[in-house]
């Protein structure tokens, strides 16, 4: 018997700045299986764990519950408890310990735990938790739980808390019962727990997300049109475009998915692409932006993202768009009606079986047969993005589900566009998600150089001929210039030609697109005139500027251009980076009081889910909180106390009580 690394096992496990792996855990936990077995232990024999270090303690646990022997936990760090007659009454058969303990067990069987490395298998962690005999926790009380109760409790923080892409604090000061629970609830769920006191400010960091407002992601973005006077190489511009960007720390890379036109002809499949660029990069995140999903299966979505996320060691990324252009629809006519609908189903499907899931689907003989996908990825969260063309309504629907976002500045207002992202953030805040913690990138030409008319003259003849590639687009265009400011959301999509305009009229349309690009709604010119673009946008809460930069310009000039974009990049670049951004703590009250005195602190508040276990309304009624109980013992249902709120309240606070009284 050995300890496999389950797909939701992919999470680290962080310790006072000090990261250990999955692959770390689980060879500890085998070190303990291989001493069961070498010792005779059977099932529901007594084993005791005497260990302060979770690093040891968690492998442990899971190692005892893999071998379904009775587990009895004793708090170190509880210096009243009467050591010696535990034994007594306990009987164990083997005792784990640290040596610094081994005094404490003279005559008693004991196993330091800490030597010789070895790997091995894990069944899944679902089964993990079957496997669970009973565990008692010895502290101020002593409380005997079976799989049913700890079911239970994982099953209320589920309820309580959401798990994607989180990253669980949970104080030493807890209760200790729960604070072992709540290690194994995160574990289990695929969440990266952190163990730290803060007492060091400077650690505050690494696991803090301030909102900073000189910080802003870069991308490049592709969506070249198909130029049958490049056929030799028309890849070469996209190859060394992300090779310096992989050199210089920008965000991401983005290729699109387009079918049949011309405009944006060199890009018909992003996983091929996604495929072929993890090979030649090794820190860019690498993402399709956008994946018409309509046009595919769901399971082979989800396969050819974990390739590229193996490929790549952990940065594939995707944009999911619902498509419009009914001509693409070949692959799937049935989809067209319903795609938007049929694209939010599929988000959720993928993201299952990214997480190691199976789902049940039909085969040949129409027979129903569950599937999961392999490789297994190497993230254990997708990162998520859904594609916005102009709707509120799209940006609501992806707040809902938790997703970033990406639009673009081709036809949308900006006044509108911040009206927009508002709506965004508050429905993340609705659907129980961290604002702060999800995403808003947007698209834009660019094109930059040291002078903005050498620049305006130099990229109007391409960016003119890019824009005539789609006469759909001018169309749109004509609308939302002429007819009514509401046609606007229909802009920004290609497709085929209409041959109702004449030259002349298209001609002088796409001069009149080239000066609204140039001028409001792209990053050209200058450093300086795309730093007041990039303040203007900042302004309207967003985390990522996605540069277009294949619209017709020669490689040698987008190549010279990307020197001054990674000058105005580098201007924007976060100093302090968290590593391990928290978005969920269980904290005291004593360390809310602490935190409220000093500003960043707050902040650290503000931006995350807060669990209080010692709670007294009164207290933290003093202190202008939002406050809000849960308490376990009722079956998780919401009790209002008190809203006392006010411009200085943590509006984005979740405040809960989890009791360790079951």
């Not at 760090?77 to 640290?98: A, R």
């Not at 006044?415 to 508002?422: A, D, F, P, Q, R």
């Not at 001028?519 to 203007?536: F, P, V």
């Amino acid at each position: 018997m050995s300890i496999s690394t389950n797909k939701k096992f992919k999470n680290i496990f962080v310790k006072a700045g000090n990261v250990f792996t999955k692959s770390e855990l689980i060879s500890i936990a085998n070190r303990v299986i291989n001493v069961l077995i070498t010792r005779r232990i059977e099932k529901e024999d007594v084993v005791l764990a005497f260990i302060s270090d979770e690093q040891y303690l968690i492998p442990a646990i899971l190692a005892f519950n893999a071998f379904k022997v009775n587990c009895t936990i004793i708090n170190p760090d509880n210096q009243n408890l009467d050591v010696k007659s535990i034994i007594n009454t306990n009987h164990p058969k083997l005792i784990f310990t640290e040596r610094q303990y081994a005094s404490k067990f003279n005559g008693a069987e004991i196993v330091i735990v800490c030597e010789d490395d070895n790997e091995g298998e894990l069944p899944p962690l679902a089964e993990f938790f079957q496997q669970l005999g009973k565990i008692t926790v010895y502290d101020d009380t002593i409380q005997t739980l079976n799989i049913k109760e700890i079911e239970t409790f994982f099953n209320k923080l589920d309820s309580l808390l959401k798990k994607d892409n989180e990253i669980f604090r949970l104080s030493s000061d807890i209760p200790y019962l729960n604070y072992v629970l709540e290690i194994l609830w995160a574990i289990s769920r695929g969440i990266t727990v952190v163990l730290d006191d803060l007492s060091d400010d400077a650690r505050l960091y690494d696991y803090t997300i301030l909102k900073n407002n000189n910080i802003l992601d870069f991308g490049l973005f592709f969506f070249g049109s198909d130029d049958t006077s490049q056929s030799s190489d028309k890849y070469s511009l996209l190859f060394e475009s992300i090779k310096y960007a992989d050199l210089n720390n920008f965000s991401a890379v983005w290729t699109p998915e387009r079918h049949f036109n011309e405009f944006g002809g060199l890009y018909p499949n992003p996983s091929i692409l996604g495929a072929a660029i993890a090979m030649i990069t090794d820190r860019v995140s690498i993402r399709s932006g956008s994946l018409v999903s309509p046009l595919h299966h769901s399971v082979r979505i989800a396969e050819d993202l974990s390739l590229i996320d193996n490929l790549s060691k952990g940065r594939a990324g995707v944009s999911f768009a619902s498509g419009w252009q009914c001509d693409d629809f070949i692959f799937f006519p049935e989809n067209y009606s319903n795609r938007h609908e049929i694209m939010l189903e599929q988000i959720q499907t993928v993201k299952k079986l990214w997480q190691g899931e199976k789902i049940s689907i039909k085969n040949g003989l129409l027979q129903n047969i569950e599937v999961e996908i392999f490789p297994k990825p190497i993230q254990t969260s997708l990162p998520v993005w859904v594609t916005v063309s102009g709707k509120i309504e799209t940006f609501i629907d992806a707040g809902k589900i938790g997703a970033n976002i990406l639009t673009h500045l081709l036809w949308q207002d900006t006044n509108e566009l911040m009206i927009k992202i508002s709506a965004y953030r508050q429905a993340l805040k609705d659907s129980g998600f961290n604002p702060l913690s999800r995403q808003v990138s947007v698209m834009a030409h660019t094109f930059l150089g040291e002078d903005n008319d050498e620049v305006k003259n130099a990229v109007r003849g391409p960016l003119k001929k890019y824009i005539l590639s789609s006469t759909n687009l001018i169309q749109s265009m004509v609308k939302s210039n002429i007819e009514s400011d509401k046609s606007k959301d229909i802009a920004g999509r290609y497709g085929s030609e209409n041959t109702t305009i004449s030259d002349s009229q298209l001609d002088q349309l796409a001069e009149i697109a080239f000066d609204r690009f140039f001028d409001h709604a792209s990053l050209m010119g200058t450093i300086q005139k795309a730093a007041l673009m990039i303040e203007k946008l900042k302004s309207y809460d967003i985390d990522e500027i996605a540069c277009l930069i294949d619209f017709g310009m020669s490689q040698h000039e987008v190549l010279k251009s990307l020197t001054y974009l990674n000058t105005l990049k580098n201007k924007y670049e976060e100093f302090r980076s968290p590593r391990f951004p928290v978005t969920i703590s269980h904290c005291t009250e004593n360390e809310i009081i602490k935190f409220l005195q000093k500003q960043e602190l707050k902040e650290y508040l503000k931006n995350q889910t807060l669990i209080v276990s010692d709670f007294h309304t009164d207290i933290l009624k003093s202190l202008n909180l939002d406050v809000k109980k849960m308490d376990l013992r009722k079956n998780i249902n919401e009790q209002n106390l008190e809203s006392i709120a006010n411009n200085n309240s943590l509006e984005q606070s979740f405040v809960a009580e989890i009791s360790n009284d079951f």
